[in-house]
DNA sequence: CCTACATTCAACCTTTAGGTTGAATTATGC
DNA sequence: GCATAATTCAACCTAAAGGTTGAATGTAGG
């Protein structure tokens, strides 16, 4: 029951991710804290479509706010980003393990039939030269 | 110049990955092969409906299509996530090296002005319980 | 052949994303 | 106090996402 927040949450990180300008402002604010102007200064958009971004960085806490007087201090948080990279390596591993089993198979085969062995009986059951 | 389209195939990999739906289908494809209907079956949705999550998917290159006969057989692919993890590091590791330069510049504040030094001479320069 | 299956195409609906402009809010600094 | 700066709020627009239903396509198999 806590899987489907987590979903929510990492659906919001990906989406906030998934926009150049997002990104592009994760970047700036990787490398330290600025205001929205500042943020919104090298974007040939206006000031409020900075804003809207933002809020979706915001709203997958990406992005903390401090209002300090008149102007908002923005900040990068790292966390969600650990959510979404342990997503994508999850996949990458499983996907990586089926492979190797694939190349496992295929290599038995191979050592099998094989009539003209070069180089065979030095236990390469690595990954090697399979597509992807 | 290159930059511009690898952009892009970014914005798609993270389109397609920012849908729970989408990333239940990966998920059963990383783990092999399957048809349209296959994939359709465990979803309370149209097999119309997944038919369009499959064509964002094959849009982020994420997924491959091969035709035989009336089925049509969809397998995983790796590659587009790589870039998005290199993505997500890059700005990990920015992040975290600037946290660690902040964390220098504290202790050095800290060992300077520190009068009640409990174990302070044991070079602790580490990052340590910053919040993140 | 003809039916039944696997899939997409086409048209439509509703919600959200991404942007605009103009007015409202709130703090600053003379 | 008052102009001005830093933001957001509100209303609107257009296009895209995510879903539906119904018809079209193409292949399989008795």
Redesign the pocket.
């Known amino acids: 029951m806590r899987d489907i927040a987590s979903q929510r949450s990492l659906d919001h990180t990906l ?1 906030a991710l ?2 150049p ?2 990104r592009a402002i994760l970047q700036r604010l990787s490398e330290g804290e600025a ?6 200064q090298p ?14 960085l915001e ?1 997958a806490r990406l992005v903390r ?1 401090r ?8 900040s990068f948080n790292q966390g969600p980003l650990d959510a979404a990279a342990a997503w994508i390596e999850a996949r990458r591993a499983l996907w990586t393990a089926r492979l190797d089993a694939l190349d496992a198979l295929l290599c038995a085969e191979d050592c099998a039939a094989s009539t003209a062995p070069d180089k065979v009986s030095t236990g390469q059951t690595k990954k090697k030269g399979r597509s992807r």
Chains 1, 2 share one sequence.
């Open positions: 989406i998934a926009d300008t997002r205001r929205v102007t500042e943020l919104a974007f040939a958009m206006s000031l409020n479509a900075v804003s809207k971004h933002i809020r979706i709203r706010r209002r300090a007087g008149r102007e908002h201090r923005l």
